[in-house]
């Protein structure tokens, strides 16, 4: 999974990047190259299943975050839009807003953005004219093929130009995407333009060092404002969580307690991300390794043992599954057969989060 990480110059959106993916990289506010890294997601299951099986490699669930140019304002459309930064959007899962909700003279606030109204505000007009001219690219082609089109393919286009210029409409009158009451076949239309406004966002209130204190009050309040919009919402400094990702483990947890930040930032934008795009974590265990995979919530066994190799969902005879809580209480595998805690699931079996599972297969 793909999160591309936004925001206006002097957000601290690079900073955020390198507290999540411990990368390094100089903020300045101006860059205009890319950066991708991993970050781990935290599974507090993991622990225990490394004490039962001792195996000789863990691996945790990983998300992938970009880090991108800052965006601009007053821009035209996506005129002024790189195609790489385009292609970046369109690609990505889900998007992270780093909005700037500290108060730095000496760090100088961008254009439009000097409250988070405004950059949230800012954002998404930036956003809605990408789509905009999308949209505006796609009207112009089917209006030109319209013209020459033979009697059999006119009903076809325009049906698809009637729900080009209704999204349009809508998103000029500041609907986003997501947001429109659009049918589920209208909607796997509309993927083949990967409009930017129909993806999922979260929104990270970056605030001041001074200000972490209150953190979880302002996260409470702008999760309640920006709810109707379905936006997941997280409160930190992320200059300082760049700066608590370099500490030791334990040096880390001292500090941290001192300050009184209960959760690494990087586990907070982790979980968010997994709430955002609907995610959860089934686990493989044994003497060779450990490992939590990310996949949707209720995919299909078949469909998720493909995502620890394709010959395993091309060869899917079953699954042997487990929930964590019922292998703990046993105390391991054998003694969760002999108690009838694991279950032999077919193809279609809804995965749930925690599902320990071993897949039968042949190819």
Known sequence: MDLLILGFPQSGKTSLFSALTNRQITPGGYSDGTSNGMAKV?????????????????TPAEIQYIDTPPMGSGRKRDSALSGELLNLMQGADALVHVVRAFDNPAVPVADGAATPEDAIIGMDLELAMVDLGILERRTDRLTSSLRGAKATERAAIEKELELVTRVHDALESEVPVIKQDISKEDRLTLANFNLITAKPMMVV?????DDVADTAKLEAEWRDRLSEQGRVVVGLCAELEMELAQFSGEDEVEFRESLGIVEPGRDHVAKAS??????????????????????????????????????????????????????????GLAEAKKVGKFRLEGKAYPMQDGDVVNFLFSV
């Open 42 to 58: 935290p599974d507090e299951r993991l622990g225990p299943l490394t004490e039962m099986f001792k195996p000789q490699k863990v």
């Open 205 to 209: 209130l970056n605030v001041g060092e």
């Open 274 to 331: 997994y709430e955002l795009l609907g995610l959860v974590s089934f686990l493989t265990a044994g003497p060779d390794e450990v490992r939590a995979w990310t996949i949707a919530k209720e995919t299909p066994a078949q469909k998720a043992a493909g995502k620890i190799h394709s010959d395993i969902e091309r060869g899917f005879i079953r699954a042997e599954v487990v929930t964590f809580d019922d292998l703990m209480a046993a105390g």
